[in-house]
């Protein structure tokens, strides 16, 4: 099936229902009261360290990446000193983050990108990002935000369920996903929005036992017991 590039154009011209849209910037606005220091969790000091913890944090909690970044970046702490590191020694830096040998092929290849393509920086584009061995658009939407203030909206296994839990979606594909929100929030609020997501699927609307009795939301979720939202559900 074909598919058109996913931009804010693209994105605007799906023209969601007007009641769809106030509900979305409704729960954007609770969720802003609730969680008012809603940020990135990965620790991180510049752009090159973001992209790799991000990385890292595939099938891992930020909590044991933060534990383990600050050695492999005492020992790496640029993309020169990773596109050349020992491949053994880089596995066993980030054994504990899971999928070891995976993530250290792609920080390998994404450390000799940046070197042989970028002079060794991170590119603050998302066309350029996307180019980087591992590097999908959640990577590049994290890296985009919080290093480069480029808003975008990052479609992890949280936003994923929160969106169609909220009926605010009812598609899987992360890339569909992030184009429905698009069209839902402000361009603006596209990085604290996935930020206070994320922030609320961790504390509260959890993937197996969401805690719906004290949610702060819970008024404008259509899935929630007792819900007196009713919505048609968005179209595929």
Known sequence: MSRTPLTVASAAQEAPPVALVRRARA????????????????DHRDPFELLVATVLS?????VRVNQVTPALFARF????????????????????????RAKAESLLGLSRDLVERFGGEVPGRQRDLVTLRGVGRKTANVVLGNAFDIPGITVDTHMGRLARRLGLTVNEDPVVVERDLMALIERREWTLWSHRVIFHGRRRCMARKPDCGSCEIAALCPTAP???????????
């Open 226 to 236: 007792g819900a007196r939202v009713r919505v048609e559900p968005p179209t595929a």
């Open 27 to 42: 729960i954007n606005r609770a969720l802003a009261e609730v969680y008012p220091d809603a940020h990135c969790e990965l």
């Open 77 to 100: 702490p640029d993309a020169h000193a990773m596109a050349s590191a020992d491949r053994d020694e880089l596995e066993a830096l980030i054994r504990p983050t899971g999928f070891y």
């Open 58 to 62: 595939a099938q891992c909690t930020d």
